[in-house]
T-cell receptor, first 116, second 111 residues
């Protein structure tokens, strides 16, 4: 049981380049999330998904896109990378969506992205 | 708009000391509050989750309390150890899949 996995661990992009951050979970969780964490700040929600084929915007969605074709995978796409997207990106999943103990969110190890 | 604040931002204590980390939130309409631990360069590990109907949760040397009326949660760590050194974050779930995180308290326990 690997939990939540993310690839790559590190990446440097040039301004205007695109990339996809991969996230996968093997816990059969319905809910998945993408967060970004800037230095000295709390995590901010980018996008979330309540199940395969269903996604919605979080607090800071601009410049990102997501898809959820399977329960296990939730990739985050950056189009036209900008320096403001330099951050650490975390993927998380949970069984429940806010109604009980199943709400515990499990996090991946993160992807550190630098845009130059 | 929900805001979550953690004080202090950093804390250094000698080994063996009991300590309290504070978390405050502006909107008491929360579904639950969760405490996480984050080690440098790593992801977040869930420590405790308190439902809105609960007052506290305990796990080993950790005890978390929740007072919705005052907008506060505390994480109590008993008999601190150097291995407890990490950043501790609290997060308030306001429903609609929105979890608002505090900036964290960076804890250093000196041997």
């Amino acid at each position: 049981n690997a939990g939540v996995t993310q690839t790559p661990k590190f990446r440097i992009l040039k301004i205007g380049q695109s990339m996809t951050l991969q996230c996968a979970q093997d816990m059969n969780h319905n809910y998945m999330y993408w967060y970004r964490q800037d230095p000295g700040m709390g995590l901010k929600l980018i996008y979330y998904s309540v199940g395969a084929g269903i996604t919605d915007k979080g607090e800071v969605p601009n410049g990102y896109n997501v898809s959820r074709s399977t329960t296990e995978d939730f990739p985050l796409r950056l189009e036209l990378a900008a320096p403001s997207q330099t951050s650490v990106y975390f993927c998380a999943s949970s069984y429940g969506g806010g109604q009980g103990d199943a709400d515990t969110q499990y996090f991946g190890p993160g992807t550190r992205l630098t845009v130059l | 708009k929900q805001e979550v604040t953690q004080i202090p931002a950093a804390l250094s204590v000698p080994e063996g000391e009991n300590l309290v980390l504070n978390c405050s939130f502006t909107d008491s309409a929360i579904y639950n509050l969760q405490w996480f631990r984050q080690d440098p360069g790593k992801g977040l590990t869930s420590l405790l989750l308190i439902q809105s109907s609960q007052r506290e949760q305990t796990s080993g040397r950790l005890n978390a309390s929740l007072d919705k009326s005052s907008g506060r949660s505390t994480l109590y760590i008993a008999a601190s150890q150097p291995g407890d050194s990490a950043t501790y974050l609290c997060a308030a779930n306001t429903g609609g899949f929105k979890t608002i995180f505090g900036a964290g308290t960076r804890l250093f326990v000196k041997a």
